[in-house]
């Protein structure tokens, strides 16, 4: 390697999951370039914890969904900044809602961001990686895009697509030597989670066989792994994080 910055890429990287993701790349040595949407609030206190970790970092806001922006900013923030060495696509969105009363704009947003803005994001992240004849990417996508789930059919279609598009690119990618691997959290403790109510939370944890939810770190601690280099033979796979809850 160069002295160049190892950099790691985390979309959605201002809270939650992505937070945590963000804080253990740092961690682990990577320059952590992050984006957000609209939390700035959120954003530096991400970016403040990068920093008391002794890692560096960047806090962009970046909709994903908007495909040239996410051109542009590969392009004039990522290219030429270091050596790009992990993408990790967790930006997402939940708009939820039973088929009969789903809007085609809660339908068309989902799908945007969750998958198309995935999907923009590792289109210009293999662009630098294959040249470089290296690189990781990781794509989050979760347990009901495995076994589905009622009133989700936006984020489930997405979450799935998210599986089959990390297939396909591991095939593309891997004469580069780019890994393109898949993350399927079950539930995790998330500000969604700490919304629910002690009844929906007992009758989940009923169908969970190690009967608690995950942590965000622990999500992070799998991605540390796939993008290390003791994952370098493992592609197109989809690492269950879950308790069990679906195996």
């Given at each position: 390697m160069s002295n160049e910055d190892r950099i790691a890429v985390v979309t959605g990287g201002s809270r939650g999951i992505g937070r945590a993701i963000a804080l253990r790349l740092a961690r682990?040595?990577?320059?952590?370039?992050?984006?957000?949407?609209?939390?700035?609030?959120?954003?530096?206190?991400?970016?403040?914890?990068?920093?008391?970790?002794?890692?560096?970092?960047?806090a962009f806001r970046l909709?994903?969904?908007?495909l040239d922006a996410v051109a542009e900013f590969f392009k004039n923030e990522i290219k030429d900044a270091g050596a790009l060495e992990a993408l990790v696509n967790n930006a997402g969105i939940t708009k939820d809602g039973l088929i009969l009363r789903m809007k085609d704009e809660d339908w068309n947003r989902v799908l945007d961001v969750d998958l198309r803005g995935a999907f923009a994001c590792l289109r210009e992240a293999a662009k630098i990686m294959t040249r470089r004849r290296?690189?990781?990417i990781i794509n989050i996508s979760s347990v009901v895009g495995?076994?589905?789930?009622a009133g989700q059919i936006n984020y489930v279609s997405?979450?799935?697509?998210?599986?089959?598009?990390?297939?396909?690119?591991?095939?593309?990618?891997?004469?580069?030597?780019?890994?393109?691997?898949?993350?399927?959290?079950?539930?995790?403790?998330?500000e969604m989670t700490d919304a629910l109510t002690d009844d929906l939370r007992a009758a989940y944890l009923e169908h969970i066989p190690l009967k608690r939810f995950g942590s965000a770190e622990e999500v992070a601690s799998a991605v540390a792994f796939l993008v290390s280099e003791e994952a370098g033979y493992i592609t197109?796979?989809?690492?269950a994080v879950n308790g069990g809850l679906y195996c």
């Open positions: 682990e040595g990577f320059s952590v370039y992050f984006t957000y949407v609209g939390n700035e609030a959120a954003a530096a206190e991400t970016l403040a914890g990068i920093e008391a970790a002794g890692g560096k970092g960047r909709d994903v969904s908007d290296c690189g990781r495995q076994m589905g789930n997405a979450k799935a697509g998210l599986i089959g598009m990390t297939k396909a690119a591991a095939k593309e990618l891997a004469s580069r030597s780019v890994t393109v691997n898949a993350i399927a959290p079950g539930f995790i403790e998330t197109g796979q989809v690492l």
